[in-house]
């Protein structure tokens, strides 16, 4: 690859020869980028674990593990857009970027559907039981079929309560029909096309909760969302019922889960994000009935590399004085 670089020790980027401008770009994507991917522009590739780099960069395309806030904009005054690659930005600081007048962009659209699937693969796997299943086959303990072993929930003619139906929300809702669910979502706004597509009926939130046989959670992480998976949401879940999260882990208190979940409250939760990531809780992991996923709602190769490239595209066109494709709107 031509043109590119990589953070050096001291931390500190300058531009000596002045004769391309640099943009800083996550090192974890350059395998799913083409070759010369920001051609004009000399690439500094940037790995998750460096501390952001300050100096004169025009541009900066990062991943959801790297804060973006006021010291890591104060240091590279050159930043002309912030390309996130991810459709959550919850990690940047939009009103910090918003005072300096740099635009910020994410990843829509392009992981709406492998995210919606895993979401799926999490309810299968969370209704019919099947790490405990597969515990039993491991550990040896099967002692052959049994008409009362590992009972799970028929999804058909289940109730699928979606809390917040955006895309994923909604692609979620859409593959809920080849399964013969019943389909109820929460959201600030009423959604009639959804409505009319898959016969989805919205509800208030303790209404959704108090009917639904499954909870899956489509909602971005703000100030308004954060924790509102506590112990008094729990508390109005149907019992028995199944809880999914492939939105944010900070969107829920991992303690009332836990809690819930202990109690028997909940019958099992499906989680691919938690709230201090990598960092994850044990008691959590380790729980016979939550099957718990490294942050993979995205990861198909397809979905990554197009994730790589709108952001880069969305980059490349702020540099050039243009409109990005998926601008995130403050
Ligand atoms: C996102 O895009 O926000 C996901 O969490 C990772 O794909």
């Keep these: ?13 300058t531009n000596p020869s002045g004769s391309r401008p640099r943009v800083l770009i996550a090192a974890e994507l350059e395998s799913l980028l083409p070759e010369d991917p920001l051609p004009g522009y000399e690439a500094v590739w940037i790995s998750t674990l460096d501390p952001t780099p300050r100096g004169d960069f025009v541009a900066a395309i990062l991943l959801l593990s790297r804060s973006m806030g006021e010291e890591e904009l104060e240091g590279l005054p050159k ?5 996130q690659c ?13 005072r300096r007048g740099i635009p910020v962009t994410n990843t829509p659209d392009v992981l709406t559907e492998s995210t919606a699937d895993l979401a799926w693969a999490l309810i299968l796997a969370v209704a019919r039981r099947m790490k405990e299943g597969q515990e039993m086959l491991a550990q040896d303990t099967w002692s052959g079929w049994s ?16 809390v917040g139906a955006g895309r994923i929300g ?12 019943r389909v109820s979502y929460s959201d600030a706004e009423g959604r009639p096309d959804f409505e009319r597509a898959i016969g989805a009926e919205r509800s208030d939130l303790p209404t959704l909760l108090a009917e639904s046989d499954v909870v899956t959670l489509h909602l971005p992480s703000t100030a308004e969302t954060r924790g509102i998976f506590d112990a008094h949401r729990f508390s109005l879940m149907k019992p028995g019922s199944l809880f999914i999260n492939t939105a944010r882990g900070d969107l829920v208190d991992e303690g ?7 109690e028997g409250r909940l019958g099992g939760a499906g989680l691919d994000v938690f709230s201090r990531e990598p960092q994850v809780p044990r008691e959590l992991v380790e729980h016979p009935k939550v099957v718990a996923l490294p942050h993979i709602g995205s990861a198909t190769t397809q979905t990554r590399r197009a994730m790589a490239e709108l952001a880069v595209k969305n980059a490349l066109e702020v540099l050039a004085g243009r409109e990005p494709l ?5």
């Design 1 to 13: 690859m031509t043109d590119t670089s990589r953070v050096g020790p001291a931390n500190q980027q």
């Design 79 to 83: 930043l002309q857009v912030l390309a």
């Design 86 to 98: 991810a459709v959550g930005y919850d990690n940047i600081d939009l009103g910090a970027a918003a």
């Design 147 to 162: 008409p009362t072993q590992l009972l799970g929930l028929e999804l058909n003619g289940s109730t699928l309560g979606i």
């Design 170 to 181: 909604q692609a979620v809702g859409r593959r809920a029909l080849g399964f013969g669910m």
């Design 256 to 262: 009332a889960l836990l809690e819930s979940l202990d």
């Design 326 to 330: 998926t601008p995130v709107r403050g």
